[in-house]
């Protein structure tokens, strides 16, 4: 018996979302009283696996094979299940972002799991193993139950606490087994953007909509952004209108976060909006009208016209971080 | 090559989401169904490289797993230029009984590209695509969001955390899809919903597979406080609460 919790690294580090997940894992492994291990695939230092002991893993598996450069889901699902099997896992967890949601399901079937996907707690019960999950885009919450033996879930990011709890880590060395017909996919090539705060992970997201009146007038949100160490987003239309970059829409069409804080300055909150916003913690929104609907999602909200409110925002903030 | 895309026929992204029977069914009482977003920008993207690529496109197939009620949803995707419909004839339940009775039908009728969108907006699960590819053995690539056919070769973007990388893949294979793939999504001409009526669709028996998981009750968002509101000429309220409430300056 164990709880398995696949960590993706990034360039050999890992991140917030990979100690959640091996919380996660370690907290569920005590509700099931077995012990979490963590399978990490790549060229990880050992010091840095060794952090995952940290937060409750007490055995870390180490898959290392030239061949692998970049995600290949065939390659990376085949290990998985490996460890899995050698471990004897009962549950295996991932993280709910691009890589956890390649693999996840791919993994489920080789094990026959039932799986459970963006759950953002620990299960209710264990016997039937019952866990709830966001449903309808964040329009209601689903108790789902799973039925087989073995399980899978992914753990939506932002919604469980990385709490530390010191297991000494063991560290262990896996061959798997795998032929050419794994690596049918091939990375040709990585375009990445290294200085900016990524969205999916930032802990304070400025974001901006129609109300912010044309593509030339985002320098003072971008300017608030910097001095909130945030990441920036924005609405449908504008990145189809081209103000900003397809990258940074936010919603049901486009990414879903789940920063601390989301501040919305012009953006009227449409619902296809606030599916991808809703798991954050806490919205603060500016707005002309005072009966747009976005302030019936916030908690704090300011009735102005964005041109007016960020400047003096800025020179408040500025002011404050002096102090 | 032929290309099938897999369609989730949703609830409106706008209807009110309510539940019946003590909280533990989906109220569709009045609902308006729709091609799941994804899923629609998956056909338009497959009717675009059918139209560019000559003949190397036989045919766009599209098929959902659903009772006759789902129809409706395939016709349309019909009027909007796939050659052929296939309804596999069984109530969806779970992520593993839908991606089980794909794959009874590829592996009687095999497809090269298989589209599915990355999520579907009612159980927001992001599975079936990955899950047809394994039942499949086929490789799967996922967070799609560029896919081109150039000289028989097949080219991906796939969008990861920070950025985009460029896939190269053996056919045939899974493509799982999401913003980018396609810009808007196209919609039914007068003319393409006249040929829909006489364009083929054929309804598939359900072939034996398990549920692994069931909803067995749902609950509402608890509902949200009221907006604390601060005045404008006063930012230096909202200021004094990233401080000492957000912490976050
Ligand atoms: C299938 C489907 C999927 C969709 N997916 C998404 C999605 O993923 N993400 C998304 O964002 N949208 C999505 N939409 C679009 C969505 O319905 C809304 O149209 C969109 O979110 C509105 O964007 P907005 O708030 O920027 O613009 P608007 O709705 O035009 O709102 C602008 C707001 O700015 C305010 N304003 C104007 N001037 C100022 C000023 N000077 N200062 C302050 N405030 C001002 C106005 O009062 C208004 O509330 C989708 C729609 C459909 C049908
Ligand atoms: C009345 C009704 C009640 C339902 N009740 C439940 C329920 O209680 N629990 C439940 O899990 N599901 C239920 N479904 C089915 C649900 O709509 C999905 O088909 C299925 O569960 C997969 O959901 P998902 O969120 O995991 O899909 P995802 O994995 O998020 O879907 C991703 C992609 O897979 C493909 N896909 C998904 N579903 C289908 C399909 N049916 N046919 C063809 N391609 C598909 C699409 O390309 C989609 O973009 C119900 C459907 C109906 C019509």
């Given at each position: 018996m164990s709880v398995l919790a696949f960590t993706e690294n990034w360039d050999g580090k890992f991140k917030k979302i990979s100690f959640e997940l091996v919380s996660y894992a370690h907290q569920l492994a005590a509700q099931m009283n077995t012990n979490a291990v963590v399978v990490s695939i790549g060229n990880v230092p050992e010091e840095e696996l060794k952090k995952l002991g940290h937060y409750g893993a007490s055995k870390i598996v180490r898959v290392e094979d030239n061949r692998i450069s970049g995600l290949i889901n065939k390659a990376f699902t085949a290990i998985i299940a490996q460890v899995a099997e050698k471990e004897g896992a009962d549950v295996v967890v991932f993280s709910h972002n691009f890589t956890g949601k390649a693999l996840a399901p791919r993994v489920a079937v080789r094990l026959r799991a039932g799986m459970a996907s963006g759950v953002n707690a620990l299960p209710d019960s264990l016997d039937p193993f019952v866990v709830k999950k966001g449903v309808f885009t964040g329009k209601a919450i689903g108790h789902i139950t799973i039925k087989s033996a073995k399980k899978v879930l992914t753990l939506f990011p932002n919604s469980v606490e990385a709490i530390e709890a010191d297991e000494n880590a063991v560290i262990e060395t896996f061959t798997p087994q795998l032929s050419d017909a794994h690596f049918a996919t091939k990375v040709l090539e990585v375009k990445k953007v290294t200085d900016k705060v990524l969205l999916t992970d930032a802990e304070v997201v400025v974001s901006g909509g129609r109300g912010m009146k044309g593509a030339d007038k985002w320098a003072p949100l971008e300017e608030l952004a910097g001095l909130l160490g945030a990441a920036i987003a924005c609405t449908r239309p504008v990145s189809d209108e081209g103000w900003r970059p397809h990258g940074e829409h936010v919603g049901q069409t486009g990414k879903i976060v789940a920063p601390n804080v989301y501040l919305a300055f012009g953006i009227s909150g449409a619902i296809q909006h606030l599916g991808g916003i809703s798991a954050s913690k806490h919205i603060i929104a500016v707005n002309t009208d005072k009966d747009a609907p976005i302030f019936e999602a916030a908690e704090y909200g300011i009735v102005g016209d964005v041109q007016q409110v960020l400047p003096k925002l800025i020179e408040a903030v500025r002011e404050a971080k002096k102090q | 090559m032929k290309i099938l895309i897999c369609l989730s026929n949703v609830p409106d992204t706008t209807t009110k989401i309510k539940f019946t029977g003590d909280n533990t069914q989906f109220d569709a009482a009045g609902v308006q169904w729709i091609i799941n977003p994804w899923d629609e920008l998956a056909l338009t993207r497959a009717l675009e490289i059918k139209e560019t690529s000559g003949t190397t496109i036989e045919k766009v197939t599209v098929l959902t797993v659903g009772k006759a009620d789902t129809e409706p949803t395939l016709r349309k995707a019909l009027a909007i230029g796939a050659d052929d419909a296939v309804r596999i004839d069984a109530e969806p339940k779970d992520a593993y009984q839908v991606a089980a009775q794909i794959t009874g039908f590829v592996k009687e009728q095999p497809y090269d590209i298989i589209l599915c969108g990355i999520e579907s907006s009612d159980y927001n699960g992001s599975t079936v695509g990955g899950m047809l590819?394994?039942?499949?053995?086929?490789?799967?690539?996922?967070?799609?969001?560029?896919?081109?056919?150039?000289?028989?070769?097949?080219?991906?973007?796939?969008?990861?955390?920070?950025?985009?990388?460029?896939?190269?893949?053996?056919?045939?294979?899974?493509?799982?899809?999401?913003?980018?793939?396609?810009?808007?999504?196209?919609?039914?001409?007068?003319?393409?919903?006249?040929?829909?009526?006489?364009?083929?669709?054929?309804?598939?028996?359900?072939?034996?597979?398990?549920?692994?998981?069931?909803?067995?009750?749902?609950?509402?968002?608890?509902?949200?406080?009221?907006?604390?509101?601060?005045?404008?000429?006063?930012?230096?309220?909202l200021v004094k609460v990233f401080r000492n409430e957000l912490k976050i300056i």
């Open positions: - | 590819a394994e039942f499949l053995d086929s490789p799967s690539v996922s967070s799609v969001s560029g896919l081109f056919l150039e000289n028989g070769q097949i080219r991906l973007n796939r969008e990861i955390d920070g950025g985009q990388e460029v896939l190269e893949t053996m056919i045939p294979f899974v493509a799982i899809v999401q913003k980018g793939i396609a810009k808007e999504p196209r919609i039914p001409s007068m003319r393409g919903i006249m040929m829909a009526r006489s364009k083929p669709l054929t309804v598939k028996p359900a072939v034996a597979a398990d549920e692994l998981t069931g909803f067995t009750a749902f609950e509402l968002p608890p509902p949200h406080a009221k907006c604390k509101m601060i005045d404008a000429e006063n930012v230096g309220e």
